[in-house]
């Protein structure tokens, strides 16, 4: 399985930024497609994800500032981020939890991270 991830970047407070994720190779069965976040210093977040029902769910901090969408037939989720802040500064991952036959609850798997950087 592969996730590949674009759209990081540099951008001003109050600018925006889409994300975008591809998943690529085997898997069984979707459970969740999206996004977490990992600022310096601070444990992983959960930013979005979009189940395979395409139901989103958004962190508190992500409510009203972050769009997440899926594309069921190419298994890839973007993030459109707006009016980014300093703290929205962190490496973004993607993340992709499946249900696989043979291994008991959901799997996990992860992007590379791509960095987010908001500037004053």
């Known amino acids: 399985v592969q996730l590949q991830a674009s ?4 951008v001003q407070a109050g600018g925006s930024l889409t994300l975008s994720c591809a998943a690529s190779g085997r898997f069984f069965g979707i459970n969740s497609l999206g996004w977490f976040r990992q600022a310096p210093g601070k444990q992983r977040e959960l930013v979005a994800r979009v189940t395979s029902y395409g139901s989103p769910t958004y962190a508190e901090a992500a ?9 069921l037939d190419k298994d890839t989720v973007t993030l459109e981020m707006n009016s980014l802040q300093r703290d929205d500064t962190a490496v973004y991952y993607c993340n992709l939890a499946v249900v696989e036959p043979d ?14 950087t908001v500037s004053s």
Do not use: E
């Open 63 to 71: 409510q009203g500032q972050f769009n997440i969408s899926r594309d």
């Open 103 to 116: 291994q008991p609850g959901i799997v996990n798997y992860w992007g590379q991270g791509t960095l987010v």
């Open 7 to 10: 759209g990081g970047g540099l």
